[in-house]
Nanobody, 124 residues
């Protein structure tokens, strides 16, 4: 099990950038795939990006490809989401999540540990 804590959210204008960070505690971080999800009120949690345990495989939802970059530092137990050219539809609470496996998934039900979330609001 890992404990996750997100930071870096905020209120920005369309076209701006934000960098979300997720700090993990626990000895198993480096063996686990990580993901970022987002949620808006009344809708299900949506996959945004995922990275495998070594950082060599990444996957993004189509709407953020080319704008968002997921990365991880296993020495520091962190995973980041660099978000560029933000759009109003990127607004939501962003959650960091850890999977019990080493390889990526886009299914939130396959992630076992979650952070508390950080709010991202993009104004037009």
């Amino acid at each position: 099990q890992v404990q996750l804590s997100e930071s870096g959210g905020g209120l920005v204008q369309a076209g701006d950038s934000l960098r979300l960070s997720c700090a993990a505690s626990g000895r198993t971080f480096s063996s686990r795939a990580m993901g970022w999800f987002r949620q808006v009120p009344g809708k299900e949690r949506q996959f945004v990006a995922a990275i495998n345990y070594k950082g060599g495989t990444k996957h993004y939802i189509d709407s953020v490809t080319g704008r968002f970059t997921i990365s991880r530092d296993n020495d520091k137990n962190t995973v980041n989401l660099q978000m560029n050219n933000l759009k109003p539809e990127d607004t939501g609470v962003y959650f960091c999540a850890a999977r019990g496996e080493s390889f990526i998934s886009i299914n939130p039900d396959e992630f076992t540990d979650w952070g508390q979330g950080t709010q991202v609001t993009v104004s037009s």
